[in-house]
């Protein structure tokens, strides 16, 4: 089955230690989005990328960097800089830039610093 | 700035209630709606969308929404909840590159 998978589903960090948070599509989609998931605040976007070797900032990207080397992996890594990287990440893909293409979500990783 | 907005934060309703979700966007051009669902420990599931045409759209598992231009507005609708329906609701919008969620309603029905 197509999907987008995120690993690890919980992971555990002490402060000031970067970590990356995977993402794997095998939907052949186009664009890639990382959010974050914080109680009563929604899905705020951190960054995005619609082709390969390609991503711009979102709405909350400081403290966070991404790379898009290959079409079905868009990896996050939270940085010491992140001044608080608790919290649920999701990554989602989207068929193409186009207005029209609704966004499929994976599972979700939670980070917790320790 | 481009938003969405949900008021309703938490919404307890009985089985077999109507339920209506707000959701108000602030775009002043083309604008794709959408809303999805997620329901306790799963992730997002896309609800039902409106990109053009008849402002009524319906969706899966019963659910609708009616865009109203003139009102900003997507509200949800459902005519008669189940327990199943308890879960986070989040309104969406496209335009350009970006997606912009609402900060999601929280919807728990009581058998």
């Known amino acids: 089955d197509g999907g987008i998978t995120q690993s690890p589903k919980y992971l555990f960090r002490k402060e000031g230690q970067n970590v990356t948070l995977s993402c794997e599509q095998n939907?052949?989609?186009?664009?890639m989005y990382w959010y974050r998931q914080d109680p009563g605040q929604g899905l705020r976007l951190i960054y995005y990328?619609?082709?390969?070797?390609?991503?711009q900032k979102g709405d909350i990207a400081e403290g966070y960097s991404v790379s898009r080397e290959k079409k079905e992996s868009f990896p996050l890594t939270v940085t010491s800089a992140q001044k608080n990287p608790t919290a649920f990440y999701l990554c989602?893909?989207?068929?193409?830039?186009?207005?029209?293409?609704?966004?499929?979500f994976g599972d979700g990783t939670r980070l917790s610093i320790l | 700035a481009q938003s969405v907005s949900q008021h309703n934060h938490h919404v307890i309703l009985s089985e077999a209630a109507s339920l209506e979700l707000g959701c108000n966007y602030s775009y002043g051009g083309t604008v794709n709606l959408f809303w999805y669902v997620q329901y306790p420990g799963q992730h997002l599931q896309l609800l039902l969308k409106?990109?053009?045409?008849?402002?009524l759209v319906k969706g899966i598992k019963g659910f609708e929404a009616e865009f109203i231009k003139s009102k900003f507005s997507f509200n949800l609708r459902k005519p008669s909840v189940q327990w199943s329906d308890t879960a986070e609701y989040f309104c969406?919008?496209?335009?350009?590159?970006?997606?912009?969620f609402g900060t999601g309603t929280s919807l728990t029905v009581i058998p």
């Open positions: 939907l052949n989609h186009d664009a």
């Open positions: 989602a893909s989207s068929a193409g830039r186009g207005l029209n293409q609704p966004q499929h």
């Open positions: 409106y990109f053009s045409g008849d402002p």
């Open positions: 969406a919008g496209n335009t350009g590159n970006q997606f912009y």
């Open positions: 990328s619609q082709i390969v070797n390609d991503f």
